[in-house]
Nanobody, 118 residues
Framework: EVQLVETGGALVQPGGSLRLSCAASGFAFGSYGMSWVRQAPGKGPEWVSG????????SYAASVKERFTISRDNAKNTLYLQMNSLKPEDTAVYYC???????????WGQGTQVTVSS
């Protein structure tokens, strides 16, 4: 069974940082590109970032470029998202997803809440 479990979400002040993790199991993690997707209250899902299977190529939405960094450790079956200079508009539930781009919801984890507020 494919499982994606996100952790690391929290309440943080504007300008702060957080590191999200996603533990993957039930599939050959190192063979898949992976993505982070977020959904803010009352809005549709937004693709945030993607990384290829080997971790050698990354891409970002314009809204997070230069502030967020995606990475992965294939030995640990874990995906990461380092988020710096957080803004209130980054408030959302963050999901890791198997695949690249805005993949169908059934390939997402259960999500972790990130709230940016003073």
């Amino acid at each position: 069974e494919v499982q994606l479990v996100e952790t690391g979400g929290a309440l943080v002040q504007p300008g702060g940082s957080l590191r999200l993790s996603c533990a993957a199991s039930g599939f050959a993690f190192g063979s898949y590109g992976m993505s982070w997707v977020r959904q803010a209250p009352g809005k549709g899902p937004e693709w945030v970032s993607g990384i290829n299977s080997g971790g050698t190529s990354t891409s970002y939405a314009a809204s997070v470029k230069e502030r967020f960094t995606i990475s992965r450790d294939n030995a640990k079956n874990t995906l990461y998202l380092q988020m710096n200079s957080l803004k209130p508009e980054d408030t959302a539930v963050y999901y890791c997803a198997r695949g690249l781009g805005l993949v169908p919801r059934n390939y997402w984890g259960q999500g972790t809440q990130v709230t940016v507020s003073s």
